[in-house]
Structures are given as C-alpha cells and as structure tokens.
C-alpha cells in the first residue's frame, strides 16, 4: 500500500489518497528530530512558549480556522460547530502549554549546597528527545497533530514527530504544514514538527533509533502493540498510552429518586460526539427497583439519535460490540437508529445483571460508539464489592442527591481507587486543561498511569532527571546556574523558593 | 529446595539455612499488606514518619546495632567499619525520607477552582499500594531490607512485601523483625511490612494480584526478569530496577598531567567495596600519550588489594567477566590476587583501544567486582564520537585541570546525554541522599529511566495521580481539603504556595 485513502463518514465517498511514507524519508524526518533535538532542549522554556504562540495564533486566523474546520469536517463528519469549538481549544492548549513551560515548575530545579563531606548537587529534568506521537482518531484537532501530546512535548523541550491518523490523513498533512511554517517563522530548527504516514511507518517510527518516547490516543490494541514494540527495542522507550475504557457511573441510593434526569443526562453523555469519547460514560450503576434501565431507553428514544462513526472500522466494530456484549449477557432495552448511508452507527442502551460484571467478562470491555449498558445493585455492600472487579478505567463520575448526601464520600473513594478522575454530578466526558488535569489512569486505561495526557502534569511525561555534582557554573546547565537566568522557581537546601 | 543457605564470603563455609517461603505463606504475607495498604495510605504523612524514625531508632540502638554489623559481616565480609558507616546511613536515610514525607510536596496538591464553564479540579497523589522490595546484595543495610527503596514506599503511603536477599539471609530475617517490632510499636497496622524468601517466591511476589509495583537494586539479567514478568501480567504494574552499568570517567586534555593522581584515584574508586558498587567506575578514557594504563597497573600494584565477593556467583562472574573483556580485545596491564581462601577476587585493570568500544559490545557490559578499563582518546573530536556509542549509564565523572579547564562544560554535557548524574574532579562512588539526588539513568542503567532510587524524588515511584472533579470538601481526601488539614505545600490556581 503506497497511499492512504480519506473518506466522507456521511456517504463512504472516497476524498483523497495521500501517499505514505517511504523508508528513506522516514529516516530522514526522523534524523532531523534528532538534529533538532538539542537546540529545541537547550531553547529557554519562554522561547519555546513563544513558538507554541505562533502556531496557536496561526490556527486561529480565519482563514486557516475556516480550512481547517471544513476539512476536519470532511474527513470525521463532526460538525461544524464542534470542531470550530475543538480548534479553538486546540489554540488554549497550546498557549496553556506554553505558559506551563514558561513558569518552569515543570523543570524540578533543585539545589543542594555543599555540606560537610556531601558535594553540591544540582538535578534539572533534561528533555528525553524527538518523540513520535500517534494522535487519536476521535478528537482530530485537540488530541491530533497539534493536540496535548505535541503541545506538551514541544513544551518540554522535545521535538515531535507525527504519525498521521488515516481517518484524517489530509487534515493531518495540513496541521503539520502550519505548524512548520509558524515554527520556522517563530526561529525554531527544521525538524521541530515533522510527519510521517502510513501503517509501516508508524511501527518504524517506534523502532527508530532517534525516537525517546512515543504518546499515542486510540484503542487498547494500538496502545498495547505501540508498547510492546517499544519493549521489544535494544533500548526501550516509554509509551505513554491513553486507551479507551469502560467509564463507570455510579448513582447513590438516595439520588435513586432522580433517575428520570439522570437517564437524561448519561444519554446525552454518551452519545455525545456520536459516543466516540474515550470518557464515554459506558456502564450505569443504579439503585435497583427504580427502573433504570427503561429511564435510559426512555430517554434516548425521546432525545438521542444515532450518528455517523469517524471510519468504518469503527462502525463495524460499534455493532460488533453491540452483538458481543448481548452474547456475555447483557440485553437490548433501547435502541434508535443512525442516519442513512455512510457509516451510520444505532445509538444503544442495553442492561445486565449486576453479577455477570465479572473480571475479565466482555461485558467490560470498552464499545466504541453510542453504546453503554444499565446495570442495578441492591445495596452499597454489593456495589463496594463490584467496584473491586472492574478494570482501571480514565474517568468515573458519582451522581448524588446533593451535597448532604450521605453516601458520595463512601462513592468517590472506592472509584478513586479504579481510575484518574472522579466527578460529582457531572459526567465523565469533558476533560479540562488546566494545572489540577489528570487524564490517565490505572492499567489497562493507559500503559503509564503514573502519568496524564492532558494538563501541566503532562510535560513530565518528556523529560527525565539528571543531577549535577560538584560541577562548576559555567558548565552547569543554564537551570541551575547561580544567577538563575532563566527565572525558575528552584528548590535550595530543601526550601521551595 | 526449602531453605536457603548463608555463607561466609571468606571461607566459604556454611554459616546457616533459612527456610524459603511457602505459597500459603507468601498469600498471607501479600495479603496482610493489601489489608494494610488502606490504613497506610490514610495516615497522614507526619505520623508515617514517626514510623520511620521509631525504625531508625531501633536500628540505632547500640546493642541492636552490634548485633546487626556482626551479622552484616559474616555474611558479606564487607568489614565492621564500612558496615557501622552503613548501618548510620540506612538510619538517616529513613529519618531523611520521613522528612521528605512530612514535608509533603511529593503528594503534587493542587486545587484549580472552579472558573466559568471550567470545574472545580483538585489533583493529588495517591499511594499505589503493596511495594514488592528486591534488594541489593552489595549494600545489604543501606540498599537491603531497610533501605531507600522500603523507606522511600512507606514514606509515600505504602505497605513493603520485601524479598529476602539469598546472600544474607539471616541479615535479612533480622531487619525485617526489627521493623515490624518498631512499627507496630509505633502504631502502623499489621501488613506494613513484610518479608518471603526464596527464588519461587520472588516470582510469585511480582505475580501477585495484591502487588503493585516492583523496586530492585542489582544485575541487568535480574532487573530485566522481574520486569518481564511484570510486564506478562494481566494487570501490567511498574518495575523501578536500578541495574549494574559502566559508569565511564573521562579525563580532558588539560587534565592529562595530572594523570598519576588521577590514576590512583580511580583505582581507590573502582575497588571500593572490592568493585560491587553500582556506580564503580568501569572505563577511564584518558588522553592518549600519557601512558594513562600503565599509570593505572602502577597505582594498583602499589595500593590495591583483591577482596572477597558477597557470593560464589559473583567471584566466578568476575573472573569469567575478565576472560571475556580479553576476548573482546582488552589486555590485562596489571592484575593483584585476591585474598585466599573463600570467595577470593582479584584486582584487575585491562586495555582497550578506543576504536573497540563499539554499541554492543561486551567491553562496554559490566564486570561486577574489582576490574576496570582504561582506554586512550586522540582528541577531544573522536572522544564525543564514543559517547555517543556508549549505553546508558548510572553516573559518570569529568576529571579536569581545575576551575578553568576550557574543556569542562564539553564533557560534563556529552556525558549528562548517558547518564542520570555527572560528577567533576569527584568519582561516581558515593550517593549522597538529598533532594537534589538522582540515582538513575537511562535504559539499560534502569528500567525506569525517569524516576530515581534514591534521594527525595524516590516517592514519586511509588504514587499516581488522582483528579477530583466538583468533589464536595468532606468527600474530598484530606491533603486537597479547603482547611488544609495536613499542611500541604499546595499550588492553587496555578501559584504555588
């Protein structure tokens, strides 16, 4: 296969085919990462926010804005309005990322002055290298070419190289094309953003000798595969990998009267985006006796509709787990059907009893799509029970009857344990960008759940300790030098100043 | 095999058989800490550190400490003196972490209010729970049972399973009881540590369903084994394994006439401990036409003696490791008996032209034990150019001509690319424990390469980050409460305060 084909969502008409990339220019894309590497390490961290500005402030000229969003919408089907909303994110993002550089909390300055027979030592966090990064399919801009994995590595000090999602290969080419002119215009070396397309070049980016550390956004079989190639290299790289998980909701006995709007607002949550969040809301936990499972189907007969999946991978996959999860156990109770042509996908509710969610049951796993399943608990005893048989998942939410209610504190802490983030009356999609963000979570949500995708926090993914002793000032990198030249909060002697 | 069989390293005889772990046993022992790991977690940090100082306390007390150093040594012959050195560390470094812990900046606190459409998030890191503890064999108190990997897990929040280390483990036996005794006195819940030994054991501790994560000091073949089977779990847990590696020194031009000094510093370093330091120095690159290896072989047959190793294994990896630097292109240029009788080891120091140092070859693997490499560079050109063939590495040292040695900053940056601490005019034995300590390094020097083994930063290993979204003040964890209850260093808002 030479080209990668896009396609229309709405009609399965083929848009374009982009050529992937050959061997040699892989070699080339990555090596000069590689030459870039140093100068973008050694770039103060409030140059390289400068650069971030740049390409924030070019994706927001109308222009471009209006190209990009026609063209994301080409190739994903989303809408114009959330995809205009989605770039302007993009654009926050990245001026978000740059002043986290710029603040330089990220570089764990420390100092610890001779003592005694202890030497002066000095650590600084050194940025890890070109990192390859594979953006998701779902959120084309914000968690694409230019989303928080290259915003937060360019941030870091590293280079970037792109793989292409083939669900938006023009758009993709476009994104990286901006951000290298604005790069270029803003005083960065060649190689600081650079793309490569196609499946082989993907697996050979992860085995490239040049390449630190790879992110990736998507499913668990990507995620999981992109990690073990990395773990098969002579040197091993980390993965940082976000995978899609089954986001459990919780509902508390008292708040058991509320169902009728609550069903309302878990459809709404995860058909949102036509259910391709990977904080889809998947499971509902409810007081039993209240008839949740026919509040939900209720409600998505009355408000939702189907939609048009981002492939047709996707589409097939979303009826596939539809079929799966009826085979674990689980039953249909509401359905409504997508638009007609293309890659249409039903929206689903289905319900399973409380006992079939067992470890490593289907009924589990992640459906991609606008799909998620009811089930009831009798008491708090049973449902602290369940919540230690579930996977690690992104995000959880608890729905309460207010503030007063006695249980949530109970709620929140037993799906502390299973995920990154925890909501209270709020639902799990949505994911702010901001210094408190956790995006991640424990295995098999991400491959690093000591790590976030999204946030300040997101920086430390790049960048690795180094300690300095007894080494002169002149050779010490600029972050530790006496006069501190580049105006970083540092830690001396112990004390944070 | 049931037991486990003790030596004296200066006779080889027997001293005493200790019976490995059973199954049954090893579920009790990882089920206890899972019992505990809640209540661990829950304590706030100042009382976990009231724990580690009723350790250190007890290890401190001199007729528990004569009776530790006596044990120390007839199963290592590292001596009485390095041994009482070793047994005062290990006690500061436990008081050292509990201050880490008290300080409280390791737990990340941050709290975003709510803004507009934006939520309320507030993150914090939370303890992962039960910590598998490999220790080192050449450091049995400071890096064994009690030292920073099981002091750095509790001071973060987690119960310690530690495996008990073949090569002492009467020694081992011993600390554990004293921990358990101090830190029920103190008032830590049964389960806060623990202890299996036994190769099968070992293991099942990092295949334990209750274990969730590994930290090990020792071999390439051990780390990368336990991280293999960490990584083959359904439920894949992290493995901070600080491995064996070559830790070079290079020696600038202008420090070239200082060579004879240089010489006999570096054989003092590299046959410290009889050469089982991880962060012996195992290749010194010199200037060439100073006769730098002979300077070497003189300065070794003048002061160095061989020694005994800690085990039979690692008396015959030292001789068969010099047999195959020789048949990789070294030549031994001077070489000292060991003691005799028992596990004897000889001083060896070997050349190699620097052409041979070539990525992959078995002149740049670690000879654990009292054995060194010294190779010659013609200029500075051809000395960057092997740094860049070299592996990663635990630390590395710059020995210069001074203060203005022009060639400092050159070496001290292509050597920071390798390791994870550069010393100048200092040799890399010798880990301070501080908060600006880095005991790490690139793959293959750890499995981990962005976190640290020792220092204050060796927390962080053992938590991951939650987010609390819109969480009411009473269902929120203690240290992102409004009134601050633990007194956190805490940044809100995006400032630090």
Not at 242 to 253: D, R
Not at 391 to 404: E, F, K, R
Request: proline share 8%.
């Amino acid at each position: 296969m030479t080209v990668e084909t896009s396609h229309d969502p709405r009609t399965g008409v083929r848009l374009a085919s982009v050529e992937v990339t050959h061997p040699n220019t892989l070699c080339e894309v990555t090596g000069l990462a590689a030459q870039a590497a140093p100068v973008v390490a050694a770039t103060p961290p409030r140059e390289r926010a400068r650069w971030l500005e740049a390409v924030a402030a070019d994706l927001e000229h109308p222009r471009i804005a209006g190209e990009l969003v026609a063209l994301a919408d080409a190739e994903t089907a989303l809408g114009e309005a959330r995809l205009v909303a989605e770039l302007a994110r993009t654009a926050a993002q990245l001026r978000f990322y740059a002043s986290v550089a710029a603040e330089g909390s990220y570089l764990g300055a420390t100092l610890d002055p001779a003592s005694g027979t202890t030497p002066a030592l000095g650590r600084v966090h050194v940025p890890l290298g070109p990192v390859a990064v594979f953006g998701a399919s779902n959120f084309p801009l914000a968690f694409g070419v230019l989303g928080n994995d290259t915003a937060s590595a360019l941030a870091a000090g590293c280079p970037v190289v792109v793989k292409a999602h083939p669900a938006h290969p023009q758009l993709s080419r476009r994104l990286v094309d901006i951000a290298v002119w604005a790069l270029c215009a803003a005083g960065a070396p060649d190689g600081t953003v650079g793309m490569v397309a196609g499946f082989e070049a993907g697996g050979a980016l992860v085995r490239s000798e040049h390449v630190s550390a790879v992110a990736f956004t998507g499913s668990q079989r990507g995620g999981l595969a992109l990690w073990q190639a990395a773990n098969d290299r002579p040197v091993v790289i980390p993965v940082f990998a976000e995978m899609g998980t089954v986001n459990p909701v919780a509902v508390t006995p008292a708040a058991g009267r509320d169902l009728p709007t609550i069903a309302s607002g878990f459809v709404d949550s995860f058909t949102l985006g036509t259910g391709q969040y990977c904080t889809k809301p998947g499971l509902l936990l409810a007081p039993a006796g209240r008839g949740a499972s026919h509040l939900v189907a209720r409600a998505l007969a009355d408000s939702a509709t189907g939609g048009w999946a981002l492939t047709e991978g996707i589409a097939a996959a979303a009826l596939a787990g539809v079929d799966q999860l009826v085979a674990a156990g689980a039953s249909v109770v509401g359905r409504v059907p997508g638009p007609t042509g293309g890659w249409s996908m039903p929206a689903v509710v289905l319900e399973a009893p409380l006992a079939a969610l067992r470890a490593g049951s289907p009924l589990l796993e992640e459906c991609f799509g606008p799909v998620a399943l009811v089930a009831e608990y009798d008491d708090l005893a049973e449902l602290d029970q369940l919540l230690t048989r579930l996977p690690g998942a992104l995000a959880a939410s608890v729905m309460t009857a207010g503030p007063d209610d006695p249980d949530t504190g109970r709620l929140v802490a037993g799906l502390s344990r299973l995920v990154g983030r925890v909501a209270v009356d709020q639902w799990p999609t949505g994911v702010a960008f901001s210094w408190a963000q956790q995006h991640g979570g424990p295995w098999p949500a991400t491959s690093a759940p000591q790590t976030t995708s999204v946030g300040a926090a997101a920086l430390g993914r790049f960048v690795r300790p180094v300690t300095y002793q007894q080494v002169p000032d002149a050779a010490l990198p600029p972050a530790l030098r006496a006069a501190n030249p580049w105006g970083l909060p540092r830690r001396v002697g112990g004390v944070l100043s």
